[in-house]
């Protein structure tokens, strides 16, 4: 299991599920859909056609306002003030980013502050 610890959230990257102080979020299945293409991509820019048309489908992919109604579901479930998010970004005329100063750990134990695999 790849796990991606940011901002006090633990975010398994195969399945989207998200967790804060060991509490699983309740996450819809397509929030965690979605939190699954950021995470795989944590840092980089993920366009919104590329999430519509994996999350929904390819008869979806020009449904921008969509996107941004379930992003603002998401937001509000994970970001402590998400009317200004600090763990999902906007990146104007591309689509997403999961903003990282988080690091990839690779399995569920670590070694004491060290934020690498056991």
Do not use: C, F
């Not at 989207?16 to 699983?24: C, D, I």
């Not at 998401?74 to 005329?93: F, M, N, W």
């Amino acid at each position: 299991m790849a796990v991606l610890r940011v901002n006090g959230l633990q975010i398994d990257t195969k399945s989207g599920e998200a967790s804060r102080q060991g509490e699983l979020l309740p996450l819809t299945r397509k929030e965690r859909l979605l939190l699954r293409e950021l995470a795989v991509r944590a840092g980089r820019a993920v366009r919104a056609e590329q999430m519509l048309t994996n999350v929904w489908g390819a008869s979806y992919r020009d449904e921008l306002p969509y996107l941004r109604v379930w992003m603002s579901r998401l937001r509000s479930k994970l970001e402590p003030d998400s009317s200004g998010p600090a763990l999902i970004k906007t990146v104007q005329g591309i689509g997403y980013l999961l903003d990282v100063g988080a690091e990839p750990v690779t399995g569920a134990v670590q070694r004491s502050g060290s934020g690498r695999r056991a």
